[in-house]
């Protein structure tokens, strides 16, 4: 089956040739779901006001590719309140579009239309595919908390993470998502304990040294914070040319600096960062907007 992957979901889906049809809505479809809690579930994406047509499919974690949408096809609603499916989209081909952390909230289709569908609770494929919760191994934990984390989900991330964690705390990359996590809820002490146990085994992680500095700057210890910056950042070499992580840490570093009050620190560390950075990145244009 031919497979294509969609890199904007609303530009190919919606068109405004739709507007001239009759809309009706169903009010149980309540679009306050977000996509992160819908694992396994059938959604409905939200519409343009001008659209009649409601697109849905299904949504899964592909632990390499992250959350992701399988589209079925789209549904209109009848006079009579009937979900009328058309799925002429899908039937020779498969959609699936990568969740990014703005998607926007989706509804759950209620279980009373799924007949109207043709659509199972579970679909078939994804008894083949998916490994569900029956798997306990460190990686699958370690990647099902990787994607929650990326999909801005950090508690749900910390499900699977404290599972690898207690498992091998030291398997590659797992120390930094768990801190990454522990600081996207606010907790910088749980991330420094994790981050400082990291360092220890493996002190050349420049990453560590991103994630400590980050912490002890949320907890209002700046000397700390700048140390840790600076350390991470000496691990580089000097040589020019850019490196996002670098930059981020001296932009950073510039941002303590400026809740200091050390002006001259803080406008030397915004250089620094921008120089760095990429032209086409956040730190550059951040720096470029505040007159660097």
Not at 1 to 22: D, E, G, N, S
Not at 238 to 244: H, T, W
Request: proline share 4%.
């Amino acid at each position: 089956m031919k497979k294509i992957l969609l890199t904007c979901f609303f530009t190919i889906l919606i068109v405004q040739a739709f507007a001239q049809q009759t809309q009706h809505i169903d009010t149980v479809l309540k679009f306050d779901k977000r996509f992160t809690r819908c694992e396994l579930k059938w959604v409905v994406m939200p519409k343009k006001d001008t659209s009649a047509r409601y697109y849905y499919g299904f949504i899964y974690i592909d632990e390499m590719a992250g959350f992701t949408l399988d589209l079925k096809g789209f549904f209109t609603i009848d006079a009579n309140g009937h979900y009328v499916g058309d799925t002429s989209m899908t039937r020779t081909r498969s959609l699936k579009y990568r969740l990014q952390p703005n998607t926007m909230n989706v509804a759950l289709p209620p279980p009373q239309h799924f007949k109207e569908l043709n659509i199972q609770p579970r679909p078939g494929w994804v008894n083949l595919y998916y490994k569900f919760n029956n798997d306990t191994s460190t990686f699958y934990n370690y990647r099902m908390g990787f994607n929650y984390n990326a999909a801005g989900d950090s508690e749900t991330a910390l499900m699977y993470l404290d599972k690898a964690y207690k498992a091998n705390p030291h398997y590659k990359g797992l120390e930094f998502e768990v801190a990454y996590a522990y600081n996207a809820l606010s907790r910088p002490d749980d991330a420094i304990t994790v981050l400082e146990n990291g360092v220890k085994y493996d002190p050349k992680n420049i990453m560590f040294y991103r994630e400590l500095g980050y912490a002890y700057m949320n907890k209002k210890d700046y000397n700390k914070a700048i140390a840790l910056y600076k350390q991470g950042i000496s691990l580089y070499p000097d040589a020019q040319g850019s490196n996002e992580t670098k930059a981020e840490m001296a932009f950073n570093l510039a941002s303590v600096y400026h809740k200091m009050g050390k002006d001259d620190d803080y406008k030397e560390w915004v250089v620094k960062a921008k120089g760095w950075s990429l032209p086409n990145s956040d730190i550059y244009k951040a720096a470029v907007r505040l007159g660097f």
